[in-house]
């Protein structure tokens, strides 16, 4: 497969047979190259086997002997006969030819990754015994005893003959033998401290309270904003619109986030029949309507040469990036993972929403601030153009996008926390040469991560004590990793990484083991994964939690569902950087998210009365519109009224009546139908189904 199988001075350094198996290769010329594990080296004709029922062939055969078979339930006691070739739809395969007692007179056979060895067989008859090996092993035997006379002192053995296990090249990638432990941490040696996240105010003036809508405008992209989003809007038909107009309505989306499922129409109402918070003194119906479907992140015609579907939010991302690079700096341990934009097409589906957009976002995992995200484009990326690549793209697509989310903090010495879906070796090697270092989790799917020998690491762990580590330190383009295991109370877990030790770290972790809970003492690499690798998920949970931004917005244009989502991401950043600096650096209890939002929206729509001059008595900007407004469908549904009510008294309560499902006549003229429904514009207005379409037609003509 073109791995260097020897060393620079043309010795192996351990046995044929040992190197092999250690690569994951099989243990003869002619095997098979997709072939799951090595075979046991004392298989052999007459050796003792089992093998799974379900993996035991003719299928026919097998079945008719044992109808009813478990998935677990094996043969035993098989005796192999031989070893041959089979052709599986056009490859060719090994297996192994045996007899079962419990199928009599037929020669059953398998695939040789499927046989258990029980009990090996003649020596002379093993398969992995290569023709070579078989004959050093004649001559040997036949040669006469030396004399111990003649044989030379351990001290003058040539350095080049010593059978001592060294160094393993393993695709370009060299290994050290196993340890125990690692003690030196790299990152320490070259000056790593753990430095703390910080907000970059503009010429470092912070005041020494400063309130949350000054946070949210601090992470807003409020230069993008008034450069791109208002023009947009402006020629897609909304006049007038300026940044005092844009904040107040972004205010007012976030006071409807605070009563989640209510229609829209109560909060103009002067009486609605739940309490909510008015927007009749902030923004008109009408331009808050016309706000929530005209606002665009881009102007302009989509560029016909190359079809570029996601043309029209490119910039706003970039804008986000930028921004964030120069009004916050992340703490020394970040986090890599994935955000969704939800949505209602089958787009993607990830948690927490079971459609919609997926990022790959960087957040800090001190304050789960977000501070760079990047669009996963799929099948819709364009082919041609100047996004039909992307930089770093000839490294491989995880390598390439580690290296473009973490470009704003590249040469920092901050530590990055992967997942298992980014553990790619290429990529932390990659990362260590932009002046990063990385801790990422492996997990064996299909196979292990490419150059990751974890089958020697789990053997070397098995059936050891709960805590032992074992370490592989490996060498790639001349850049240190280690490969850790640690055996945990149900699996043995495994780490990448490129900093760090096994020395204990943080507090220990109570486990079950043999019955009983006991501390457990993890790594430090160990621990700062576990502490870390939620931050995202965090910030996912603050965004995406009951009241959701981007939800109560609810727009049916993919562009500014889009931009909904970055503008939620910011709520969400300043919501969590107010709780990390001004309430737990100065021991104050956090602020909840909802009090959160009720304060800033509350400080923008005063920040919006300033931009504009007004002195708080006349309506904003947005009552410059001119053309009629069809009625909203959305805004006059039928509800249904409350178990044992009766009449609507006002000020959402109603009559208690004797019924539980107490009726009252149709409101329309003529009609005699018992209903309990109303339209939601006026709860004391009962109609039934036929009548709701009449009643939003009058109310238009009315308007």
């Known amino acids: 497969e073109g791995r260097s199988l020897s060393q620079p001075n043309g010795h192996l350094p351990i046995s044929p047979y040992k190197l092999v198996v250690e690569l994951g290769l099989r243990p003869f010329v002619h095997a098979s190259p997709s072939a799951k594990m090595p075979m046991h080296k004392q298989m052999g004709a007459g050796a003792e086997m089992s093998v799974a029922v379900k993996h035991a062939r003719p299928r026919a055969v097998v079945k008719q002997a044992h109808p009813n078979a478990p998935g677990a339930q094996r043969l035993t006691r098989c005796i192999v006969r031989r070893l041959e070739d089979k052709d599986f739809g056009g490859h060719v395969e090994k297996v192994v030819v045996f007899f079962c007692a419990s199928v009599p007179g037929v020669e059953l056979y398998c695939h040789q990754s499927h046989v258990k060895l029980e009990k090996p067989g003649p020596a002379n008859k093993y398969f992995c015994n290569p023709p070579a090996a078989a004959a050093a092993s004649a001559a040997a035997a036949a040669a006469p005893e030396a004399d111990p006379d003649d044989e030379m002192p351990d001290d003058d053995v040539p350095e080049e003959e010593e059978e001592e296990e060294d160094t393993l090249n393993v695709g370009g990638v060299q290994y050290q033998p196993l340890a125990d432990k690692q003690e030196t941490d790299t990152r320490a040696l070259a000056g790593g401290t753990q430095s703390k996240p910080r907000v970059m105010w503009p010429h470092n003036e912070a005041m020494a309270d400063m309130p949350p809508h000054l946070y949210m405008l601090h992470f807003l992209p409020l230069a993008f904003i008034e450069s791109e989003v208002i023009p947009a809007t402006r020629d897609n038909g909304l006049t007038g619109f300026d940044l005092a107009d844009f904040l107040t309505f972004l205010a007012a989306t976030m006071l409807m986030a605070l009563h989640p499922g209510l229609p829209r129409v109560f909060f103009w109402q002067r009486e609605p029949p739940i309490p909510c918070t008015s927007l009749s003194g902030i923004i008109s119906r009408n331009q808050f309507k016309d706000a929530m479907g005209l606002l665009l992140p881009r102007g302009g015609s989509p560029p016909a040469s190359h079809g570029d579907r996601f043309w029209a939010v490119r910039g706003l991302i970039d804008a986000f990036n930028q921004h964030m690079k120069k009004c916050f700096r992340a703490g020394w341990l970040v986090c890599v993972d994935q955000s969704t934009c939800s949505w209602t097409t089958n787009e993607s589906k990830r948690k927490p929403h079971p459609f919609g957009n997926e990022y790959h976002t960087l957040a800090c995992c001190h304050s789960k601030v977000i501070i760079a995200m990047e669009l996963v484009e799929g099948k819709d990326k364009p082919t041609a153009g100047p996004h039909a690549t992307k930089r770093f793209d000839e490294l491989g697509n995880t390598t390439g996008l580690l290296l473009r989310i973490t470009e704003s903090i590249w040469a920092s010495g901050r530590v990055v926390i992967l997942g298992s879906d980014f553990c790619v070796l290429n990529g932390i090697i990659q990362l260590a040469k932009h002046g990063l270092y990385a801790t990422a989790q492996i997990k064996k799917k299909r196979g292990w991560p490419k150059g990751i020998l974890g089958d020697r690491i789990l053997a070397h762990l098995q059936n050891k004590e709960v805590g032992t580590v074992a370490v592989h330190n490996g060498k790639s383009e001349g850049r240190d ?168 008294l006002g000020n959402g309560e109603w009559a208690e009546a004797k019924n539980k499902y107490q009726q009252g006549p149709c409101k329309v003229k003529g009609c005699k139908a018992g209903v309990r429904t109303y339209c939601a514009c006026d709860p004391s207005t009962s109609l039934c189904m036929p009548h709701l379409i009449e009643h939003c037609f009058a109310v238009a003509q009315s308007e």
């Open 481 to 648: 990793f280690w490969v850790s295991g640690f055996v945990d109370s149900k699996v043995t877990t495994m780490m990448m990484h490129t900093w760090g030790s096994t020395n204990a770290a943080g507090v220990p972790r109570i486990r079950r083991v043999d019955g009983e809970l006991r501390p457990v003492q993890l790594f430090q690499n160990q621990w700062w994964y576990y502490a870390g690798r939620h931050a995202v998920d965090d910030n996912n949970n603050v965004r995406q939690g009951t009241s959701s931004l981007e939800q109560t917005w609810g727009c049916k244009n993919w562009e500014t569902r889009q931009m909904a989502f970055v503008f939620a991401v910011c709520e969400a950043n300043a919501h969590l950087a107010y709780n990390c600096f001004e309430r737990a650096a100065k021991n104050k209890e956090p602020l909840s998210f909802m009090e959160f939002r009720h304060r800033a929206a509350k400080g923008l729509i005063e920040y919006a009365k300033t931009l504009r001059g007004d002195a708080g008595d006349q309506e904003p900007a947005q009552q410059r519109r001119k053309r009629p407004r069809p009625v909203d469908p959305a805004d006059h549904m039928l509800m249904t009224k409350p178990d044992y009510s009766g009449r609507y």
